[in-house]
């Protein structure tokens, strides 16, 4: 085929809430190009602050959730161009995994397929993450001279245990998407078949939750990571009075008032109804 705009490496369908976002370079395993950097970021940004968006989910076209960084393009291309190049590209990509590591809305990593080397950025990236069993993860930088880098090595030690992230690393083999369930990288493998309904599901039961809240949680929790128990009981008291402020809607009284008050439901169990 001839090649692929700039506008066309990343397709985006909203429905129900869902703003259903792919890495569209299906005959490029959809590897990374600058092209694709640039672009995903200026939907990301589209998308960012839309009332008709709930949640993100982060998908691919064709047989892979994305191979990586494109290696002609993302590599040998811009090393050509020498430091200035290098670390334009670079920052390109970094600028929408960060973006998508604070995120306003959840977001989530629905794998369906080859994730490898510099995916880590954006599977990370992503709060929750789904996996078809049949995917597969792979640290393949060490097949062909290079380290993890662009985050992958953090990724891998932050969220599988260190035997495992350092076996990852040096064999560069693939884990199967059960594997990499196991390893932490993903909360669930399943089925191919299942795999959206799944995401859709819990994309739904998301949409029933507070939003300002959900944002509140989901930084909170990445927050933390890195503090003392001490900072992180303080920057959670602060960001829950902030969080009074941003939402609007009042959630935490109108939660109180229906369980304590008019006992329509339990906080244990469910969420408040968010229309009463
Ligand atoms: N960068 C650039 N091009 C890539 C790519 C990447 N990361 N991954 C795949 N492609 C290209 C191939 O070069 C090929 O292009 P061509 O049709 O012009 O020859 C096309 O995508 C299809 O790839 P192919 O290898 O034939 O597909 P496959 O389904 O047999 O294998 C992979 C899929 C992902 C296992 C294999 O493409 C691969 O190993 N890719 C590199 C993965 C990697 O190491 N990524 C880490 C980068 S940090």
């Excluded at 998908?59 to 291309?77: I, N, P």
């Excluded at 998508?100 to 709060?127: E, H, S």
């Excluded at 669930?188 to 799944?198: C, G």
Aim: charged residues 30%; hydrophobic residues 40%; proline residues 3%.
């Amino acid at each position: 085929m001839s090649e692929r705009t700039e506008a066309d490496t990343v397709a985006v369908e909203v429905r129900e809430a869902i703003a259903w976002v792919k890495f569209n370079r299906p005959e490029k395993r959809n590897s990374m190009s600058p092209k694709l950097n640039r672009q995903m970021l200026r939907v990301l940004n589209d998308l960012e602050f839309r009332d008709d968006v709930g949640v993100l989910v982060l998908t691919g076209a064709g047989t892979a959730w994305s191979a990586g960084m494109d290696l002609k393009e993302y590599f040998r291309e811009t090393e050509a161009q020498g430091l200035k190049g290098v670390r334009h590209s670079q920052r390109e990509a970094y600028a929408w995994w960060e973006r998508l590591r604070w995120y306003q809305k959840v977001t989530i990593a629905m794998v369906n397929g080859w994730c490898f080397g510099g995916a880590y950025g954006p599977l990370f990236a992503c709060d929750l993450a789904f996996c078809s069993e049949d995917a597969e993860f792979g640290l393949s930088e060490i097949n062909w001279g290079i380290l993890p880098g662009g985050g992958a090595s953090k990724v891998a030690a932050d969220l599988m245990p260190m035997r495992k992230a350092m076996y990852h690393a040096l064999l560069g083999e693939t884990l199967t998407g059960r594997q990499a369930e196991a390893a932490g990288l993903v909360n669930e493998a399943l089925p191919a078949d299942r795999l959206q309904e799944r995401v859709t599901e819990v994309a739904k039961k998301l949409l029933m939750k507070n939003r300002e809240t959900l944002k509140a949680t989901k930084d909170a929790m990445r927050r933390v990571r890195e503090m003392t128990y001490d900072s992180a009981e303080d920057y959670l008291i602060r960001a829950q009075e902030a969080l009074n402020w941003h939402d609007k809607t009042d959630g935490r009284h109108r939660g109180m008032k229906q369980f304590l008050d008019d006992k329509s439901y339990k906080p244990g169990l469910s969420a408040y109804e968010k229309s009463k």
